[in-house]
């Protein structure tokens, strides 16, 4: 098992990028959910989460899905595990427990869970195929694990509007800085069966970006935060920066964005 991150990459996702006390940063991480929480809760849903169930959810950020868990699944508690836990605090309460910790550190004993969900992670972090080991390991018997992470399906015919340079650039910048890469997800599939789990299937969703949309406002808010790391690749000025931000708020937007896939499986 190799370690994924990208050769140079010595920052870390909230601290050389994102940080979480940026004034703004909770907002663009709830406009993401906003678009995805449905779909991640209806895949929860489906498999049978509820009353009983103790659930770790990986990289809690806001809490959005640990609420869900509690007040809409039923589940008996949830341990919601992120480096930074102060977004968390206005969920903290019954059958809540929030847990400051850090997903690479190899002595990290959480516990054992009836499921245990993880989006928007594992792309951004070293060492992910051993991490998933981990997770499967931390399962209950009967247990589910459910990855999700970035997909992307480019238009092939565009390489050079504003918007693919601007979107190209950002893929580079968050690999050379952060160590960020979506090349494994669609391996998670086979990572899982690997793992011994059982009922492995996965599915993709690839949300249109339309002005306006929380989509569109989180994309925005990324590239803005993201500008010197964007210019600095040398596939994109200040200028194409601006012009595909403009975009994204235009009437004129119509474009494939970037998505989720989501792989899950059950141990025996």
């Given at each position: ?9 010595a920052g870390r996702y909230g601290e050389d990028l994102f940080a979480p006390e940026h004034p703004r940063e909770a907002g663009r991480i709830d406009a993401a959910a906003l678009v995805y929480d449905p779909l991640t809760t209806h895949r929860l849903r489906a498999l ?221």
């Amino acid at each position: 098992m190799t370690d994924s991150r990208s050769a140079g990459a010595a920052g870390r996702y909230g601290e050389d990028l994102f940080a979480p006390e940026h004034p703004r940063e909770a907002g663009r991480i709830d406009a993401a959910a906003l678009v995805y929480d449905p779909l991640t809760t209806h895949r929860l849903r489906a498999l049978g989460v509820g009353p009983g169930h103790r659930c770790l959810e990986v990289g809690a950020g806001t809490g959005t899905v640990a609420r869900w868990l509690l007040d809409e699944a039923g589940a008996e508690e949830v341990v919601a595990l992120d480096r930074d836990t102060d977004a968390l605090a206005a969920v903290a309460g019954r059958g809540l427990r929030v847990l400051r910790a850090d997903l690479t550190d190899e002595d990290l004993r959480p516990g054992a869970f009836d499921l245990i969900h993880a989006r928007f992670v594992l792309m951004h972090l070293p060492g992910r195929r051993r991490i998933v080991s981990r997770l499967a390991g931390w399962l209950n018997p009967g247990g589910a694990l459910v990855l999700g992470d970035a997909v992307e399906l480019p238009d092939a015919r565009d390489a050079s509007s504003p918007y693919r340079r601007t979107m190209d650039a950002m893929w580079r910048a968050l690999r050379t800085t952060i160590g960020t890469d979506i090349c494994d997800v669609p391996a998670y599939p086979r990572f899982l069966r690997e793992e011994g789990l059982r009922e492995v299937a996965a599915e993709v969703f690839c949300p249109p970006l339309t002005a306006g949309s929380p989509l569109a406002r989180f994309w925005s808010e990324t590239w803005s935060r993201m500008r010197p790391e964007l210019t600095a690749t040398g596939l994109v000025d200040a200028d194409t920066v601006a012009e595909a931000t403009a975009y994204l708020d235009s009437p004129g937007l119509a474009e494939l964005g970037p998505g989720m896939a989501m792989a899950w499986g059950r141990r025996d």
